[in-house]
């Protein structure tokens, strides 16, 4: 374990400045990254998810480039984890970072997966067997190996459910990415956004939410590259995930 990673996402919750509004403090959101396919460059797409967090004054980030800081009992410092990350031919993360992130969710908390961390928690070489069965449960949906993704291309975002909080009042919009349709999972979904893909030709969930015991998640395929994080349609919903995923509901960006 990185301890001085760990430790450099602490500190500013005890001595840094509460950027929220007077009346409503705000959300503190822990990203979690430092680990990818080396095709998802995280190092320039972490920055950009941050800032469109940042963008208001509603959420408080913070980063750790170090997956066990999800064994630091996160409940007390923390009100949503943005998982944006996978361990690509990395060790699996430790037994208490795994338990950290389940108990985390369970405990009512929320989360937001992007893009390839539906691969994640695979044990390698033998990558092929989710080595962690208990993380479809918490996402949902995760990486079907013997599938991949549209060509890299623009395509079309459509909101197939307008009741939804993060959803309600949001516009389809365009986006150029990596159209996943090789995501597999049983668990109960709600599926806000779609798209259709030319190699299925079927439309694939581009965004959906579910519940994990006390928990709230959504989980995007979304966000190959910082082109992808920068679709004018990306921040607004990435913003109105994490609110969500954090109380509950959209109260702070429903006017946006």
């Given amino acids: 374990m990185n301890v001085l990673r760990i430790l450099l996402a602490i500190p500013f919750l005890f001595f840094g400045v509460a950027t929220g509004r007077s009346d409503e403090p705000p959300l503190r959101v822990l990203i979690v990254t430092g680990q990818d396919y080396p095709g998802h460059k995280w190092r320039e797409t972490t920055p950009i998810v941050r800032s469109i967090l940042e963008q208001k004054d509603y959420f408080e980030v913070f980063v750790s480039e170090d997956v066990e800081i999800l064994s630091t009992s996160l409940d007390n410092r923390y009100d949503v984890v943005v998982l944006h990350f996978c361990n690509w031919e990395s060790p699996m993360p430790g037994s208490a970072a795994r338990e950290g992130l389940q108990q985390f969710v369970a405990s009512g908390k929320g989360l937001v997966a992007l893009h390839f ?13 989710l080595a962690w069965p208990e993380y479809e449960a918490i996402v949902g949906r995760v990486w079907d190996t013997t599938k991949t993704h549209d060509p890299y291309r623009q395509f079309e975002v459509r909101v197939v ?26 668990p109960k979904i709600d599926v806000l956004l779609t798209a259709h893909s030319t190699v299925t030709n079927q439309d694939e969930p581009m965004g959906f939410a579910l519940s994990y015991q006390s928990g709230r998640v959504f989980h995007t395929p979304l966000g190959h590259d910082g082109i992808s994080f920068r679709a004018p349609g990306f921040a607004p919903l990435l913003q109105r995930a994490c609110e969500w995923a954090a109380t509950g509901d959209v109260t702070r960006f429903k006017n946006d």
Avoid: M
Avoid at 117 to 129: L, M, N, S, T, V
Avoid at 161 to 186: A, M
């Fill in 117 to 129: 961390a539906c691969g994640a928690f695979r044990k390698w070489p033998d990558y092929q067997e």
């Fill in 161 to 186: 459910n307008r009741e939804h909080p993060i959803t309600k009042g949001l516009d389809h919009f365009l986006i150029t990415d990596e159209l996943y349709f090789c995501l597999v999972g049983s």
